[in-house]
């Protein structure tokens, strides 16, 4: 079992930066790869980034590819999104996820309750 909570979620304006945390508590965080989706208003939840459990693979939807960066430390059992040159269409909930490397839902079974991220114009 791993319980997964976001921090680091807020109001930015276009352009900033701002990075995104998944603290994990259980067993076995650093066998799991980690994912974060984002979902906005009226839309189907979607991938942003994923990270094998060592950290060394990553995978980034291409609308975030260049401009965000997932990375995790195994020893705080954390992950990170840093996500730079922010634009008003990254304004969504984002979600961490525990799983399978894999830039589907289904490959992920465990999930957190999400931050929110604005940008504003």
């Known amino acids: 079992q791993v319980q997964l909570v976001e921090s680091g979620g807020g109001l930015v304006q276009v352009g900033d930066s701002l990075r995104l945390s998944c603290a994990a508590s259980?067993?076995?965080?650093?066998?799991?790869?980690m994912g974060w989706f984002r979902q906005a208003p009226g839309k189907e939840r979607e991938f942003v980034a994923c990270?094998?459990?060592?950290?060394?693979?990553?995978d980034y939807a291409d609308s975030v590819k260049g401009r965000f960066t997932i990375s995790r430390d195994n020893a705080k059992n954390t992950v990170y999104l840093q996500m730079t040159s922010l634009k008003p269409e990254d304004t969504a909930v984002y979600y961490c996820?525990?799983?399978?490397?894999?830039?589907?839902?289904?490959?992920?079974?465990?999930w957190g309750q999400g931050a929110q991220v604005t940008v504003s114009s």
């Open positions: 996820a525990a799983g399978s490397f894999g830039t589907h839902d289904y490959d992920y079974g465990y």
């Open positions: 990270i094998s459990w060592s950290g060394g693979n990553t």
């Open positions: 259980g067993r076995f965080f650093s066998s799991y790869a």
